[in-house]
Each structure stands twice: as C-alpha cells, then as structure tokens.
C-alpha cells in the first residue's frame, strides 16, 4: 500500500537537493563572515588591550591607539540621531496616521525611497554646499553629523513606517469608533505597540553613521587630531574630530609603516561597537516577541 | 412616534461606484431597527455615515442629510462627542492591545474620566451587560486579544456601551460567536432597548425576526422598504424583492 512510486522517489531526490543548495547558500554567507571577524581578531591582537582604545595615535600614527577617532566617531554617531532619529520617526507618523493619499504623499514617499538609494558620496558633497558652505558651519562635527543625518533619514522614515504599518488598521478603527482622536490612539494604541521596531530602525542605522567615510570626510572629519585622553567631553562640535572609518582608511593607505596590527585593531573596535549595537537592537526584538499583544 | 434619526436624500460614492442611492427615512427613539440585504448593498457603509468614520475613508463622498435629534450631524463641531452618542460593534471582533479593563475603559478615558470608583463601576457595568462578566471577572488584567473569538465579540459590545451611547449600531455582531451566546446577547439588546436606539444590521433574517421592531431592506445602495418587522415578514411586504430575499429565494 506505500510502496514508493516512481514520481515519490523523485519528489525525494529533489527535496534533498534543494534542502543541500539552499544550506550551500547560506554557508556561503556566513563563512566570509565568520572568516573576516577571526582573521581581524588573529591580526588584531598583539595590539589589542585597553591604552589601545583610551591613547591618541602617537608617532604621525605609526603606534599608539585610537581613542580621538572612536571618540569622534561616538560624537558623530550621536549628533547625527539626535537629529534624524526624531525628525525621521515624526515625519513617518505623520505620513502614516495623518497624511490623507494625495499627490504631496505620494511624492514625498517616492522621495523617501530613493533618498534611501543616493550614494553616500553625494550626500557629502550635499553637506558641503548646504552645512559647511551655506549655512556657514564650517568643517565641523555638527556639520558632518547633519549630513550624517541626512543620509539616515530617509532609512528612519522607511523603517518606523514598516512599524507602524504593523500595527493593525483595525485596532486604529476601534479607537476611532468609540470616539478617540487619532493623537490618542498614536499615543495608546500605535506607538505602544510600534516602538521597538521604530527603534530597532533607528539603532541599525548606529552601524551605518559609524561606518561611513564618504560623507564625513569633506565636512568634519581631519586626518589627524589629538585630544585630551580618557576625557568624554574632549571634543566641541563646532570643530573638526578624527573618526575611525577615516582614520582606518589613513593608516591603512596613506601613512608608511604603521605597527601591522593597529589597522586590525582599530577595524576590530569599529565592527565590534557596531555588533554590539546591533545586538542591543536584537535583544529589543527578541524582548518584544515574546510580549506580543496579539 | 419621536424620530431619533432623519435620513434624507443620502447618497453616499465611492469615486464613481455609488455605496448608497439617495435613500430617506427615519429611526424611532428606543426601537430596534433591523437592517438587512445581501452584500454589498450599503448597510455597513449606512452605518459608517452615522458616527461620520467614513470620513476617514478618502475617495468617499456623501450628499443629503442625516439628523440626530434634529441637529444635522455634519454641522457637529466635537465629532468625538457624537462618536461617543453612538456605539459601533463591528461584524469581527477586535480586542485592543490593552488589559479587559483598559479595553473597556478606554472610551471613558479618552473623554476624559479619571476617577477610579467611576471606571471600576463602568467596566462591571457593560461586561455584565454584554454577558462577559462572570467569565473575565478573576482576569481583568489579561489581554483583551488572548480572549476568545466569541469572547472578543462580546468585549467589544461591552466597550461600545462604555460611553453610554444613544444608538447602539450592531453591524452582524453574531458572525464569529456560538449560538448559545449569540442568544444571550440577543435577550441583552432586548433590555437595553428601553435605554437606547438600536441599529441591528444583520445577515440573518431570522435575527431582523426575532428582535426588530421595524426592519428595513437594503438592495444595492437602495432602501428596498421599511416597515414593521411583521409586515416584513408576512406573506405581502410592499415588495416581491423583499419576500423573495426574505424567504430565501432570492437571486
């Protein structure tokens, strides 16, 4: 009664061939990975320990550590959400609970879209014409973080209205019925029940501040700057920081015979605060799923 | 008989499909109005104009008039306040994302009420009245979307009565509860009619038999007649339409 037909047979040989390409694939994903991270960690660690992270770059940057470009870093990486992050996440809720369709949203979300897609080296020479040249900031943290901004706000604004999309149209309708305004149904039934998207959103876009060049280097990035070690507050943002995706950059092309390991290093500190913000933003998710309200 | 609603000339589109063709009349004070028809043929979006949610839909236009209590809605400056006159059940259950009881003290709170006693007594009030109560009273504090689907139903009943409304408007609240619920709730509506106006819209014609005072035939945006459920319901209603659609054999 079940023997194996012909066509059973190679419905399971297919089966597993699909089963092997689609693990071949993945593999193929996490291997350079996985490879990338131990081959900087292996390069890394003769130069790893703590002065690393808290000394300036010593000897035109051929020893020392790192702390002016991952303090630099930090500030840009602030400023710039502490810009785009509300600006971002209020524009989208107005585009999603408020904005009737009309030819303004239309636009203003085909826009959204292909911001998104602008590569970054024209957002920075659009941070050059509009904060350091018209606005007259100079080259400056400030300036290079607006344009920092920039570059995330349309990924926010895609992100926080995936969010709140989420949210059923439903739940809003009820609200609606029992004579709610739409601010008090934001308020006790969206945002509630979008906010860890929303900042799920908004902590991806930490790894992408941190790790752009383009944008910050004809703004507000210098090559070299030495500030005062271990102090948080060693920088002003109307001037110039070092950061670290830059000062990779230098010492990996533009300075001879720096000690081999500080390029790794200072690649392992830049991708590891970048992992560990991400994993913060897993956590949120992983926290969140397991309270889900429906 | 005193007039609680006055419906007239309202036509209501969709770009260019029209949802409601200039239909008139009028709903009693404290009668149980029941509203029936195939899809499609306007008793929801009848009740969308109502407490003025249509509003929200974009491309919907609406012409003639609807009065409450002599006063044409559309010239209602707080649309909250005559959301708040009118309870919506609709036809699947939404339990908000909230606790049983912030679900039912929800409207209260959003016009305003904060007292503790006041919301307690109110939440007992229209779980009880919904026949909710004594299945949720131990776990007030649960989610109100971990319920049941029939369970929900009847939470959103009992929110639409949390703002103590003029008109309550059941669009097939029966859909997604069991029978034997469904009766309960039915006996409910039957008490509550001495306190409110009711708009039963249903797919169940033996439902419109059972409970409504007067009944009203929709057909494809038009208002086929109104009249006294019996009439309705005898073998000469004023259209063939209506016996046809009431007896089954229609279409």
């Not at chain 1, 607006?146 to 609200?175: G, H, N, Q, W, Y």
């Not at chain 2, 809605?73 to 049983?100: F, N």
Request: glycine share 6%; with cysteine.
């Amino acid at each position: 009664m079940f023997t194996e037909t012909e066509i059973g047979r190679q419905k399971r040989r297919i089966e597993n061939v699909m089963r092997i390409f689609f693990l071949v694939m993945t593999s193929l994903m996490i291997i350079p990975l996985l490879l990338i991270i131990g081959y900087l960690l292996y390069k890394a660690l003769p130069v790893l320990s703590l002065e690393f992270l808290f000394e300036n770059p010593k000897d035109n940057m051929r020893a020392g550590g790192i702390w002016a470009p991952f303090l630099g870093t930090i500030y840009l990486v602030i400023v710039s959400l502490l810009v785009s992050a509300p600006i971002g996440v209020f524009a989208a809720v107005y585009l999603n609970e408020y904005a009737r369709e009309s030819w303004f949203t239309r636009i203003t979300n085909l826009a959204v879209v292909n911001l998104a897609g602008v590569p970054s080296i024209v957002h920075a020479l659009f941070g050059v014409g509009a904060f350091v040249l018209f606005a007259g900031l100079g080259e400056s943290i400030l300036a290079a973080s607006l344009t920092l901004a920039i570059m995330t706000l349309p990924v926010i604004i895609a992100s926080t209205t995936e969010a709140l999309k989420a949210v059923p149209m439903s739940f809003r309708e009820a609200c609606w019925n029992l004579g709610a305004t739409r601010w008090q149904t934001i308020r006790r039934i969206v945002i509630p029940n979008s906010i860890s998207g929303i900042l799920t959103g908004v902590i991806l876009q930490v790894s992408r501040a941190a790790g752009e060049t383009a944008p910050i280097m004809f703004t507000g990035a210098v090559f070299y700057k030495a500030i005062a070690e271990g102090n948080l507050f060693a920088y002003n943002i109307a001037e110039q920081c070092m950061a670290l995706s830059l000062h990779l950059f230098t010492i990996s092309t533009q300075v001879p015979d720096v000690t081999e390991g500080i390029p790794y290093g200072t690649a392992v500190v830049l991708v590891g605060s970048v992992l560990l913000v991400n994993a913060a933003a897993i956590v949120l998710r992983i926290y969140v799923r397991t309270r889900k309200k429906w | 008989m005193e007039n609680k609603i006055e419906i007239s000339g309202l036509q209501v589109r969709y770009g260019d499909k029209t949802a409601l063709n200039r239909i008139s009349f009028d709903v009693h004070k404290n009668e149980i109005l029941g509203i029936i028809g195939p899809a499609q043929s306007g008793k929801t979006t009848f009740l969308k104009v109502i407490n003025r949610t249509l509003e929200f839909i974009p491309e919907a236009t609406v012409e003639g008039t609807v009065k409450l209590d002599g006063v044409d809605i559309d010239t209602i400056d707080d649309v909250y306040e005559l959301r708040r006159r009118i309870g919506m059940v609709l036809p699947l259950p939404v339990g908000l994302p909230l606790s049983i009881y912030d679900n039912v003290a929800f409207a209260p709170r959003t016009a305003g009420l904060r007292t503790k006693s006041e919301l307690d007594e109110i939440v007992e009030r229209c779980l009880q009245q919904a026949a909710l109560w004594d299945e949720v009273k131990d776990r007030l504090d649960t989610l109100g979307t971990k319920l049941s689907g029939g369970q929900q139903q009847r939470l959103t009943i009992a929110r639409a009565l949390s703002h103590q409304p003029e008109i309550l408007c059941l669009d097939e609240f029966s859909i997604a509860i069991d029978p034997v619920t469904t009766m309960r709730i039915e006996e409910v509506l039957k008490t509550l009619q001495t306190e409110m106006t009711i708009l039963l819209v249903t797919n169940l014609v033996q439902q419109a038999k059972r409970l409504a005072t007067r009944t009203a035939f929709f057909l494809n945006g038009d208002l086929i007649e109104i009249d006294t459920t019996d009439i309705i319901f005898s073998d000469n209603p004023g259209s063939q339409a209506t016996y046809d659609y009431v007896n089954g054999t229609f279409g």
